[in-house]
T-cell receptor, first 118, second 113 residues
Framework: AQSVTQLGSHVSVSEGALVLLRCNYSSSVPPYLFWYVQYPNQGLQLLLKYTSAATLVKGINGFEAEFKKSETSFHLTKPSAHMSDAAEYFC????????????????FGQGTTLQVKP | DVKVTQSSRYLVKRTGEKVFLECVQDMDHENMFWYRQDPGLGLRLIYFSYDVKMKEKGDIPEGYSVSREKKERFSLILESASTNQTSMYLCASEPGRSNSPLHFGNGTRLTVT
């Protein structure tokens, strides 16, 4: 069975500092991996996704994530935090196998709330 | 731009009431989903539908049912609401192509008293 673990339910950084949100997954097959962001009082929106093309994935708003198979990790980073980055971030893995559809049946991590201090 | 609209932002219902949560998408997406979001638990899949009148159980279907009579509309039904169903409910859709991202509505926060 696939699963996702996000290390740290709350992360606090200063404005301008590096953002690192950790995600580890377990999967018996090559996974599809996603990061979503949820701003207050809104639904989730896609930040980036890994689909086996390139291990370093660039997303919106300056975020990127690196797929490391040996570490079963997909950590999210941003070089310099902005106040507008304060939100909840979710890592997710798709149970779909070998490119099949129905990728919406995602398994989500518990979420990490990012606080950005002035 | 894809729009997924959930009819209510906040709902307060009493224990035992029948509750309908409505979701409409405007992009002719094949697949629609209902997730429940709780602090510390992330999102958990309740039900999903891959075609009109077709549905499949997700990870936590107990106490819920769904209806998809038209392609654009996916309803979540709580037959007899209970206090442990107090939560944020998120509807999502996607076109059914491989690796397509989910598009989420803004959520309905349901409180059952």
């Amino acid at each position: 069975a696939q699963s996702v673990t996000q290390l740290g339910s709350h992360v606090s950084v200063s404005e301008g500092a590096l953002v690192l949100l950790r995600c580890n997954y377990s999967s018996s097959v090559p996974p599809y991996l996603f990061w979503y962001v949820q701003y207050p009082n809104q639904g989730l929106q896609l930040l980036l996704k890994y689909t086996s093309a390139a291990t370093l994935v660039k997303g919106i708003n300056g975020f990127e994530a690196e797929f490391k198979k040996s570490e079963t990790s997909f950590h999210l980073t941003k070089p310099s935090a902005h106040m507008s980055d304060a939100a909840e971030y979710f890592c997710a893995v798709s149970p779909s196998l070998y490119g099949s559809s129905n990728t919406g049946k995602l398994i989500f991590g518990q979420g990490t709330t990012l606080q950005v201090k002035p | 731009d894809v729009k997924v609209t959930q009819s209510s932002r906040y709902l307060v219902k009493r224990t035992g009431e029948k509750v309908f949560l409505e979701c409409v998408q405007d992009m002719d997406h094949e697949n629609m989903f209902w997730y429940r979001q709780d602090p510390g638990l992330g999102l958990r899949l309740i039900y999903f539908s891959y075609d009109v009148k077709m549905k499949e159980k997700g990870d936590i279907p107990e106490g819920y049912s769904v209806s998809r009579e038209k392609k654009e509309r996916f309803s979540l039904i709580l037959e007899s609401a209970s206090t442990n169903q107090t939560s944020m409910y998120l509807c999502a859709s996607e076109p059914g192509r491989s690796n397509s991202p989910l598009h989420f509505g803004n959520g309905t926060r349901l409180t059952v008293t």
